[in-house]
């Protein structure tokens, strides 16, 4: 349970940023495929930005917990995945 807290609280730090991509994926085209590959390609570049520069440290919490970067990210990106076929449904079933 307290794991599933961490890594929420890792989420957190991502929710707005995905919230208007996935509004602006679904104002465009509200195409579930289209949607979650570019969440998988965000989460991706995000992920190596993390590896890549000096924010690297910022992680060193959640290692110190025994959660690896690619564990983050992968639960960023399945987590992400769900809320933007919640939203694309609503897209889709109002508009």
């Known amino acids: 349970m307290n794991r599933l807290i961490v890594l929420l609280n890792f989420y957190k730090l991502y929710i707005y940023a995905s919230l208007i991509v996935t509004i602006t994926i679904g104002v465009i085209n509200p195409n579930y495929v289209a949607?979650?590959?570019?969440?998988?390609?965000?989460?991706?570049f995000a992920?190596?930005?993390?590896?890549?520069t000096s924010n690297k440290q910022k992680l060193t919490f959640y290692k110190?917990?025994?959660?690896?970067?690619?564990?983050?990210?992968?639960?960023?990106?399945?987590?992400?995945?769900?809320?933007?076929?919640?939203?694309?449904?609503?897209?889709?079933?109002?508009?």
Do not use: H
Request: hydrophobic share 65%; no cysteine; glycine share 4%.
């Open 47 to 52: 992920w190596y930005f993390m590896m890549e």
């Open 35 to 44: 949607a979650i590959v570019t969440k998988l390609f965000l989460t991706g």
């Open 64 to 95: 110190n917990l025994g959660m690896s970067p690619l564990i983050l990210f992968l639960f960023v990106f399945f987590t992400d995945s769900v809320i933007t076929a919640l939203v694309l449904f609503l897209f889709n079933t109002l508009l």
